[in-house]
């Protein structure tokens, strides 16, 4: 028995797009909401004041794809000059449970988050959105911007704010070179940032006593705000105040507010989870002026789906390194 094993350069040397990704992201969310899918509330541990490592299991009826992910996620390596978010992920073999594939789970996680974004725009953002607001400029904004420029036609305008303006600049000189459609401008504030917003991805790190920039009112009417970084930016005012709370996973979100750390400002009643949406049990946005909230924690369906997706291109193009179990 053999495996292939995937490091970054290999999973990034595939060439798969944010569009390809999408499509396997918004499947997985059907299939969830179809029932098609078993996922358990991730379990982790934390070593450092403000890490974790989560455990990430996840199988996917539909496409087959059943896996783990262990990743993790450490803010102070970035001052060390390391990336935030590092992991690896498992595929197995539904069948015969026999471990198929190892591949760097960096790519995986950024572009599944990204895809998210997008998913979350697809079924709640306003019909022709033009302007969307990122806070935090980092590998998130990234892949979340290309996912939105894929889901919103229309989208003209991206208004940016990193507490490191040197963050912001290198952001933007990037996004405009990949989407020079897009007219992207540095904000001196998050409440500059978000002003005219159409759709607000915050992707800030995860912290548990942060200081939210984002209060009430300050999310536009009709406006869709996309939390990559459970509740670190908003407060508990801002997020209630929204017509509709959604979550891409209702069990994992409740799992963790028990634990008494995060969403212990959410609101009281959860509409909707982005599996009901994306198999149409029940209906995303219905006006033009609701304000809606995803709160979009990364689940491992979204990780299975597209290492699924991984892994059939490796073999199609032989990349990777076989290695006997």
């Known amino acids: 028995m053999e495996l292939i094993y995937l490091s970054r350069q290999d999973v990034e040397s595939l060439g798969i797009s944010m569009h390809e990704v999408l499509r396997v992201v918004d ?23 403000n890490a974790f490592i989560h455990a990430m299991p996840a199988y996917v009826k539909g496409v087959e794809a059943a896996g783990l992910k262990w990743v993790s996620g450490y803010p102070s390596n970035m001052e060390k000059g390391l990336p935030y978010i590092t992991g690896l992920l498992v595929l197995n073999d539904p069948e015969t449970g026999i471990p198929i594939a190892v591949m760097d789970a960096s790519w995986i996680t950024a572009m599944r988050t990204g895809a998210s974004t997008g998913i979350s725009a697809k079924y709640l953002a306003k019909q022709h959105s033009r302007v969307a607001a990122i806070l935090g400029c980092g590998v998130q904004a990234r892949t979340s911007l290309s996912a939105l420029v894929d889901t919103l036609p229309d989208l003209s305008q991206v208004r940016c704010y990193d507490l490191y303006p040197e963050v912001t600049r290198r952001f933007i000189d990037e996004m405009s070179l ?93 509409y909707a989870d982005l599996g009901d949406l994306a198999a149409g049990l029940k209906p995303g946005r219905q006006n033009e002026a609701e304000k809606i909230f995803s709160m979009n924690m990364g689940i491992a369906v979204d990780d299975m789906v597209t290492a699924k997706l991984v892994y059939e291109r490796a073999l199609a193009e032989g990349t990777g390194t076989r290695l006997p179990l």
Request: with cysteine.
């Open 27 to 49: 499947q997985g969310f059907r299939l969830k909401g179809l029932g098609q899918t078993e996922m358990p509330p991730k379990p982790g541990i934390h070593p450092r004041n």
């Open 178 to 270: 990949a989407f020079p459609k897009l007219h992207l401008t540095a904000c001196p504030s998050s409440g500059e940032m978000i002003r005219g917003a159409d759709v607000v991805v915050t992707a800030i790190p995860i912290l548990e006593k942060p200081k939210p920039p984002l209060d009430a009112g300050m999310l536009e009417k009709g406006g869709l705000a996309v939390s990559l970084d459970y509740d670190s930016a908003w407060t508990r005012s801002a997020m209630n105040e929204c017509d509709k709370f959604v979550a891409d996973d209702i069990n994992q979100l409740l799992s963790i507010q028990k634990e008494g750390v995060y969403f212990g400002g959410i609101p009281g009643e959860i």
